[in-house]
């Protein structure tokens, strides 16, 4: 009976020097890298060193107890950060056990004990020191000859890898002729004999104990889900928690964070095989069930279920989705748990609005159920997702507010970090929606304050969430409407150092990088450029894609093909319900019609797109129809009319509008003010040409802000006409040679200037 416990409970497995007396619950064991920690303990308490060196010493401790093996250069180098003279010392220490005899170290464990006993010991019993001490003693005493020996062996090669840095082929003979299975009787792969020992390898290839798997576990769940920069890539991180789960395998909290890791790759299969396997060993295990009494193991069922659901709807499944929610909602209603059902039913409101359906009803009961059941995680998320939607539908911005000073009140009440910078970033989303430029950038300022604050008061980098991204990308989109392309530009370098390729987030400044070039190559009249950044766009936003591809279609004149891409535009904007986009559709469209000479057709359209604008409180988008409506009543003959209409839309286009718009504006209001002058009298006549000059400078000192020659262009051609009708022969001289020049520059696709807005 006793040959048979010890083969299922204490069956040694030996990998480069590291002997574990159990498989099945990775406790303690003895590694070369601990017995180096032992060195570095016994080191700091027999060292004459400053109080600042013993300080920074101490602090360096913890850490190296709970964080995974090191090779020996990289421990020598961190603790030379500290100490230089401890560092020497430890490495002298680990050399003559590596160089010296067996009996070496069996003295150097002897002499351990002495640290914590007697009647004025140098460490506590009790303490973490004390209690790491008296672990790697009772582990090593624990051991067999044979094991000791394999030990011993160990440390050479830990002493020798770092000394000589061997190659791959001298790693492999050296495991060889070191490890004997048959001899010790233990059951060991032949690859992992067959490894070599590689500096570079953060875990030595060994097996962690408990308390070093959950530090490394947390530790890095915790770097995915607030900064994932500082995380190990995905490769390095899948890597580590194969070799983890390699001693370990059920070890439920390594395949959730493997689920994780699967996730940033967008690896379906991986993630969903990960996701099973966590909750398969949570059930065989029985830490759910002890955890929560008989409900433990349905408890993990129907959580399961939820968890494959949410799964599913990230990857866009939505039907899998909806059928593993009905799973969840049925083993939950059976075992009567209600705070499952309300994270199911705030899944199913969110899968209600992906597929296209209306979930403010959902929204609304889901709200209601996560108040009464005290959830407020869940509730502000409801009211969050009930602002967005009232938003789309056209609520006015005071509402909207008072709605997320509800939610608000939640997070400082419940000190839900995560949540306050979510709802910051929805604010500056909604500012902007509705066209109000400076509070979108206040509300960004005020996001990027509370993290700066945050990273001050407790020495950590900011936090690199989805909402820290979203403001960021805001700003870099507001710096590039005014001109700044180069501060658009270090926003978004910071962006990629944040968030890089292989995150979750960095559709988000791919999207956005790939807009601003856009418009920076269309302002510029490099009609080619901005073609080929269509495929990126389309492929990170479909809409948005196809409005840019019927954009540059537009400016180049090819207007068949640019009305095929709108009207497909259209229908599907009016079945994503995407108010937003389906004006700026309409938009486009008026303005084709307007090209060809349609101003009666265009009109009807122009007025739609005002009222749906007014209804969805869309200011800014009301204030760029005015302009589009103003431009057709220039080319039907009513400049009076027209220029009654533009003072409702110049003032929040000069406050909130981009630069371009800016001088879209003056430009149109100064061709106004000349078709309106043409029945005054020759004074008055006389003061509006130069009225409408002012107008022309200003517009003109936009367009050299963003550096739009064809815009300026045209302005330099109108000026000297006007000039010439003033009888200001020197001006109108230097507007025709300036607008020469541009010409000679510039391509020309035969647009009349008066047409175009």
């Given at each position: 009976?006793?040959?048979?416990?010890e083969?299922?409970y204490?069956n040694?497995?030996?990998?480069n020097?590291?002997?574990q007396?159990?498989?099945?619950s990775?406790?303690n064991?003895?590694?070369?890298y601990k017995i180096a920690?032992?060195?570095?303990?016994?080191?700091?308490?027999?060292?004459?060193?400053?109080?600042?060196?013993?300080?920074?010493?101490?602090?360096?401790?913890l850490p190296l107890l709970?964080?995974?093996?090191?090779t020996?250069?990289?421990l020598?180098?961190t603790i030379?950060?500290?100490c230089?003279?401890v560092?020497?010392?430890?490495?002298i220490?680990?050399?003559l056990?590596?160089?010296?005899e067996?009996?070496?170290?069996e003295?150097f464990?002897f002499?351990?004990?002495?640290?914590?006993?007697g009647t004025e010991?140098?460490?506590?019993?009790?303490?973490?020191?004390?209690?790491f001490?008296?672990?790697?003693?009772?582990?090593y005493?624990?051991?067999?000859?044979?094991?000791?020996y394999k030990?011993?062996?160990g440390?050479?090669r830990?002493?020798?890898?770092d000394?000589?840095?061997p190659?791959?082929?001298?790693g492999?003979?050296?495991?060889?002729?070191?490890?004997?299975?048959?001899?010790?009787?233990?059951v060991?792969?032949?690859?992992?004999?067959?490894l070599?020992l590689?500096?570079?390898d953060a875990?030595?290839?060994g097996?962690?104990s408990?308390?070093?798997a959950?530090y490394f576990?947390?530790?890095?769940?915790y770097l995915?889900k607030?900064?994932e920069?500082?995380?190990l890539?995905?490769?390095?991180l899948?890597k580590d928690?194969?070799?983890l789960l390699?001693?370990n395998?059920?070890f439920?909290?390594?395949?959730?964070l493997?689920y994780?890791?699967s996730l940033?790759v967008?690896?379906?299969?991986?993630s969903?095989?990960?996701l099973?396997?966590?909750f398969?060993?949570?059930?065989?295990?029985?830490?759910?069930?002890k955890?929560?009494?008989?409900e433990?193991?349905?408890?993990?069922?129907?959580?399961?279920?939820?968890?494959?659901a949410a799964?599913?709807c990230?990857f866009?499944h939505y039907?899998?989705?909806k059928?593993?929610l009905?799973?969840a909602?049925?083993?939950a209603q059976?075992s009567n748990d209600?705070?499952?059902?309300q994270?199911?039913?705030?899944?199913?409101?969110?899968l209600e609005?992906k597929?296209?359906?209306?979930?403010?009803v959902?929204?609304?009961?889901s709200?209601?159920?996560a108040?009464?059941f005290s959830?407020?995680y869940?509730?502000?998320l409801?009211?969050?997702?009930l602002?967005q939607q009232?938003a789309?539908?056209?609520?006015t911005?005071?509402?909207l507010m008072?709605?997320l000073k509800?939610?608000?009140?939640?997070?400082?009440?419940h000190?839900?970090s995560?949540l306050?910078?979510i709802s910051?970033?929805q604010?500056?989303?909604?500012?902007?929606?509705f066209g109000q430029s400076?509070m979108a950038?206040?509300?960004?300022q005020?996001?990027?304050s509370?993290?700066?604050?945050e990273?001050?008061?407790?020495s950590?980098?900011?936090s690199n969430?989805?909402?820290?991204?979203v403001?960021?990308c805001h700003l870099?989109?507001?710096?590039?409407?005014?001109?700044?392309?180069?501060?658009a530009s270090e926003?978004l370098?910071?962006?990629k150092?944040?968030f890089?390729p292989?995150?979750s987030?960095?559709?988000?400044?791919?999207?956005f990088?790939?807009k601003i070039q856009?418009?920076?190559?269309m302002?510029d009249?490099k009609?080619?450029?901005?073609?080929?950044?269509?495929?990126g766009?389309?492929?990170?936003?479909h809409?948005?894609?196809l409005?840019?591809k019927?954009?540059?279609?537009?400016?180049?004149?090819?207007?068949p093909?640019?009305?095929k891409?709108l009207?497909t535009?259209?229908?599907?904007?009016q079945?994503?319900?995407?108010?937003?986009?389906?004006?700026r559709?309409?938009l486009?469209?008026?303005?084709?019609?307007?090209r060809?000479?349609?101003h009666?057709?265009?009109?009807?359209?122009?007025l739609?797109?005002?009222?749906l604008?007014?209804e969805?409180?869309?200011?800014?988008l009301a204030?760029?129809?005015i302009l589009?409506?103003?431009?057709?009543?220039?080319?039907?003959g009513i400049?009076?009319q027209?220029?009654?209409?533009?003072h409702?839309?110049?003032e929040p286009?000069?406050?909130h509008g981009?630069?371009l718009?800016k001088g879209?504006?003056?430009?149109?209001?100064?061709?106004?003010?000349v078709a309106?002058a043409?029945?005054?009298?020759?004074?008055?006549?006389?003061?509006?040409?130069q009225?409408?000059i002012?107008?022309l400078?200003e517009?003109?000192?936009?367009?050299?802000?963003v550096d739009?020659?064809?815009r300026?262009?045209?302005?330099?051609?109108?000026?000297?006409r006007?000039f010439h009708?003033?009888g200001?022969?020197?001006?109108r001289?230097?507007?025709?040679?300036l607008?020469?020049?541009?010409?000679?520059?510039l391509?020309?696709?035969g647009?009349p200037?008066i047409t175009?807005l």
């Amino acid at each position: 009976m006793a040959n048979v416990h010890e083969s299922l409970y204490f069956n040694p497995m030996m990998t480069n020097g590291v002997v574990q007396a159990n498989v099945f619950s990775i406790k303690n064991f003895v590694t070369p890298y601990k017995i180096a920690l032992l060195v570095l303990l016994d080191e700091i308490t027999s060292a004459q060193i400053t109080l600042v060196e013993r300080r920074r010493l101490n602090k360096l401790i913890l850490p190296l107890l709970q964080g995974p093996d090191m090779t020996l250069s990289q421990l020598i180098n961190t603790i030379e950060e500290c100490c230089s003279q401890v560092a020497s010392a430890v490495y002298i220490r680990v050399q003559l056990i590596a160089e010296g005899e067996l009996k070496d170290m069996e003295e150097f464990f002897f002499a351990v004990p002495s640290a914590y006993n007697g009647t004025e010991p140098e460490v506590q019993k009790t303490s973490v020191v004390g209690l790491f001490l008296r672990h790697m003693v009772l582990a090593y005493n624990k051991l067999s000859f044979s094991q000791v020996y394999k030990l011993y062996t160990g440390l050479q090669r830990y002493f020798q890898c770092d000394k000589k840095k061997p190659t791959v082929d001298a790693g492999t003979e050296n495991d060889m002729e070191l490890t004997d299975t048959e001899e010790l009787g233990t059951v060991m792969e032949k690859e992992e004999l067959e490894l070599p020992l590689r500096s570079e390898d953060a875990f030595c290839r060994g097996p962690l104990s408990q308390k070093q798997a959950e530090y490394f576990l947390t530790q890095q769940a915790y770097l995915l889900k607030n900064d994932e920069n500082r995380a190990l890539s995905p490769s390095a991180l899948q890597k580590d928690l194969n070799n983890l789960l390699k001693f370990n395998p059920d070890f439920a909290e390594a395949h959730y964070l493997s689920y994780l890791n699967s996730l940033r790759v967008q690896d379906v299969f991986s993630s969903t095989h990960s996701l099973l396997h966590f909750f398969d060993r949570l059930i065989l295990t029985g830490s759910d069930s002890k955890s929560n009494g008989d409900e433990g193991h349905g408890r993990s069922l129907r959580y399961a279920a939820l968890n494959l659901a949410a799964l599913h709807c990230r990857f866009g499944h939505y039907q899998q989705a909806k059928l593993a929610l009905q799973e969840a909602i049925r083993v939950a209603q059976e075992s009567n748990d209600h705070v499952c059902l309300q994270h199911c039913l705030s899944w199913l409101a969110l899968l209600e609005e992906k597929t296209g359906s209306d979930s403010s009803v959902l929204l609304e009961h889901s709200v209601k159920k996560a108040v009464q059941f005290s959830l407020p995680y869940l509730a502000s998320l409801g009211i969050q997702s009930l602002v967005q939607q009232r938003a789309y539908s056209g609520k006015t911005a005071n509402k909207l507010m008072e709605a997320l000073k509800d939610s608000d009140m939640l997070h400082w009440k419940h000190s839900l970090s995560e949540l306050i910078d979510i709802s910051i970033a929805q604010k500056t989303a909604i500012w902007g929606m509705f066209g109000q430029s400076t509070m979108a950038f206040l509300q960004a300022q005020i996001l990027l304050s509370m993290n700066s604050l945050e990273a001050m008061n407790s020495s950590t980098q900011q936090s690199n969430t989805e909402a820290f991204a979203v403001v960021l990308c805001h700003l870099a989109e507001l710096h590039a409407e005014q001109g700044c392309f180069a501060a658009a530009s270090e926003i978004l370098k910071h962006l990629k150092e944040r968030f890089p390729p292989h995150s979750s987030h960095a559709k988000l400044w791919m999207l956005f990088d790939q807009k601003i070039q856009f418009d920076k190559a269309m302002s510029d009249g490099k009609y080619h450029v901005a073609e080929s950044l269509v495929t990126g766009i389309t492929a990170l936003n479909h809409m948005e894609g196809l409005y840019r591809k019927a954009l540059v279609w537009k400016a180049q004149n090819q207007t068949p093909e640019a009305c095929k891409v709108l009207q497909t535009l259209l229908i599907l904007c009016q079945k994503r319900r995407n108010t937003e986009m389906l004006i700026r559709v309409i938009l486009l469209i008026s303005e084709l019609y307007c090209r060809s000479s349609c101003h009666t057709v265009a009109l009807p359209l122009l007025l739609k797109a005002l009222a749906l604008s007014r209804e969805y409180q869309l200011q800014y988008l009301a204030s760029e129809t005015i302009l589009h409506l103003a431009c057709s009543q220039l080319m039907l003959g009513i400049p009076e009319q027209a220029l009654s209409i533009l003072h409702m839309a110049i003032e929040p286009i000069l406050a909130h509008g981009s630069v371009l718009d800016k001088g879209r504006a003056m430009f149109l209001t100064a061709k106004c003010q000349v078709a309106s002058a043409a029945a005054l009298s020759h004074d008055l006549r006389k003061e509006a040409l130069q009225s409408a000059i002012q107008n022309l400078n200003e517009a003109k000192a936009y367009f050299v802000e963003v550096d739009c020659k064809e815009r300026m262009r045209d302005v330099f051609y109108f000026q000297a006409r006007l000039f010439h009708s003033l009888g200001n022969l020197q001006e109108r001289n230097k507007c025709a040679m300036l607008f020469r020049q541009l010409d000679q520059e510039l391509p020309s696709h035969g647009v009349p200037l008066i047409t175009r807005l």
